[in-house]
Nanobody, 116 residues
């Protein structure tokens, strides 16, 4: 399984970016897909996840600003990021997870930089 993340870049505070993660297999084959991020000197943290049924969960820090969605036809998930803040600066990683048996896949990461 390969996950290819794209869409990162440099944006000013208050701006928007849309991240995409293209999977080499159907995204319906994953129980959960999502986005994590890791800022310099910090641990990787959950940003948003979407379940196979379309249910979503967000970190408190991004609620109301970020939206995760899935495109089954294109085997792609997206993360729409609005009202970006400098503290959103991080490398964003796409993740796909299956539970039985346990399988955990990561994309290569895409850098998001928000300038103040």
């Amino acid at each position: 399984v390969q996950l290819q993340a794209s869409g990162g870049g440099l944006v000013q505070s208050g701006g928007s970016l849309r991240l995409s993660c293209a999977a080499s297999e159907s995204i319906r084959s994953f129980q959960v897909m999502g986005w994590y991020r890791q800022a310099p000197g910090k641990r990787r943290e959950l940003v948003a996840v979407i379940g196979a049924a379309g249910n979503t969960h967000y970190a408190d820090s991004v609620k109301g600003r970020f939206t995760i969605s899935g495109d089954n036809a294109k085997n792609t998930i997206h993360l729409q990021m609005n009202s970006l803040k400098p503290e959103d600066t991080a490398v964003y990683y796409c993740n796909g997870r299956r539970f039985s048996p346990w399988e955990d896949y990561w994309g290569q990461g895409t850098l998001v930089t928000v300038s103040s």
